[in-house]
């Protein structure tokens, strides 16, 4: 099965790539404002030590994804009170 490289094979779709990324960070500083605990102002998205023990202690915020299966599965726990 052949893999399409879209970002180094086109330039919008780099570009775009770049713009999203760049847009995402600016997000998560913002976010790290409301929601210190989870370290998104290093984290940027990903998840790191201390954000998933931030998760572990303080479960997830209103802005994580529930579509993320990690994340999806602590709400379903919080709301079974698991």
């Known amino acids: 099965m052949k893999t399409i490289q879209a970002d ?3 330039y919008s779709v780099a570009v775009a ?6 847009q995402r960070d600016r997000f998560m500083r913002l976010a790290h404002k409301d929601y210190p605990v989870y370290g998104f102002n290093t984290n940027v998205g990903y998840p790191t030590k201390k954000h998933i023990k931030a998760l572990n202690e303080y479960g997830p915020s209103e802005i ?3 579509s993320f299966e990690p994340i999806g599965r602590l709400f379903d726990e919080l709301k079974l009170g698991i």
């Open 8 to 10: 180094s094979t086109y």
């Open 17 to 22: 790539s770049i713009l999203a990324k760049v």
């Open 64 to 66: 994580h994804r529930k």
